[in-house]
DNA sequence: TTTCAATATTAGCCATACCTAAATATTACT
DNA sequence: AGTAATATTTAGGTATGGCTAATATTGAAA
């Protein structure tokens, strides 16, 4: 006589509930939006897990919910890594375009310094409405950058396609426009405030210092002499023109 | 020998964990704050568990946790219903502070109409920062009420004590000038506002209609006049001179 | 082609945060 | 003192999102 408990199903724990919405999902959209790059790229789970400071077995746990609903977030092949599907890619985007609009009406509306918009732009970009962000983008005029020269999706999700080139990639003797800086150190902003470096403003490597050092920079057409350690100029992004 | 097992310790899920800091505390926090008026009385749960539309039980879990934090949000004695602590009216004022605040930015900066504000206000309370907070009030010039009418508490939390009278306590012939509108229903809202009936205007009750019907209003100095039901004019407070 | 290190996935579990229904207890009246 | 209304406890459910350890897969070097 077969037990009833014979099917037991006893569902292991993976992949066991099914659509989230959350703050946590959206941190994984963008995290594989800012890791595919363009043009676009599968991501591994490890990167993702070492972008988001979690192990990657949460990675793969959250990429099978992902790609399980309905309609699915993510394409994802097991041991092959990711991408976005077409409803998280603009997910994503939405999310992205948030933050950046909230970051530049903080600055330009109600005048945050520039250091400090990350921060709040992180939490608020997940529960601000349509009409919100409809709003603030009006008010704005619908702004093509934010503060930190980030280029702000548009409504439909499409982006200029940047190129932005790394500084480091400059020699000496070199000029390049800033583009953009990272946003989401603000010592390091304070620092290049403090320099005189934002976007748009022109830039001259005057010599790179041995041993990967330092680079000693020109900013604008001052006689300003910067001086830039290689980890802070990764962080900084230039058009070559 | 006694096993290993004796004392068991099967804890009950009740009071299992400690110190939540959540948007479900912050509506407890709230509707405790709300529930227990000027001057200020003990709190039943059941009535919070009507106001939250939730079960007594749960009420009284999460009391017992808002009451074991340290420092205290609420005082709490059982069967005795609660009242906040000083934390906890503190956080409380802050989120109304916080919910008015947003609702008057949302109204004056952001040109939300009227009966939008609370939905988005009731969302982003929970999640702006103090600098935020700050930052709208000055950009507001530190209003005194929300577009409801509704008093904004000071940043110390002190709050104009009110004298809101319920309109129905109106006799018919008697005029008073509407103080402030429940702020949650939009429907209602829309329809106040096609009456002209908001916060500052003057009423003048008409007459009563028979079997608690409804109320004919004068509206202002017009010769308007709002016919409004009974449950319509619930919403709606007023001050008499 | 085999082997092996790097990487990814599965299985099982843990914790938090909320909530519920049903059983039980307390209070405050009459 | 009995009882109806209220409140609390008990036991357990659901959902999210994380973790470790064991296991499996992949792809490149030998």
Redesign the interface.
Same mark, same amino acid.
């Given at each position: 006589m077969a037990k009833l408990l014979a099917k037991q199903k006893r569902m292991t724990d993976a992949v066991r509930t099914q659509a989230p919405a959350s703050e946590a999902v959206d941190d994984y959209l963008k995290a594989i939006f800012q890791l595919s790059g363009h043009p676009e790229r599968q991501v591994a789970s490890n990167e993702i897990a070492l972008h988001l400071s979690i192990t990657p077995a949460s990675v793969t746990n959250m990429l099978q919910k992902l790609a399980a609903q309905e309609p699915p977030l993510v394409i994802y092949k097991k041991h092959h890594g990711v991408k976005l599907a077409k409803a998280g890619k603009r997910r994503a985007l939405e999310i992205i375009r948030h933050h950046r609009l909230i970051e530049t009406f $903080?600055h330009q509306?109600?005048?945050?310094p520039w250091d400090?918009v990350h921060?709040?732009a992180e939490? $608020?970009e997940h529960?601000?409405?349509e009409?919100?962000e409809e709003?603030?983008a009006a008010?704005l005029g619908h702004p093509k950058f934010d503060p930190h020269g980030h280029a702000i999706p548009a409504l439909d999700g499409s982006l200029p396609s940047q190129e932005p080139q790394a500084f480091a990639m400059l020699r000496p003797g070199q000029s390049a426009n800033v583009s953009s800086v990272s946003d989401n150190d603000p010592e390091m902003l304070r620092y290049l405030a403090a320099q005189g470096i934002r976007p748009g403003v022109r830039l001259t490597l005057s010599e790179q210092l041995p041993f990967q050092g330092s680079y000693r920079v020109r900013v604008g057409t001052s006689s300003k002499l910067a001086l830039l350690s290689h980890s802070l100029v990764q962080s900084i992004f230039v058009t070559i023109k």
């Open positions: $903080l509306v109600l005048d945050y400090e921060q709040e939490r $608020l529960f601000i409405s009409r919100f709003r603030i008010k």
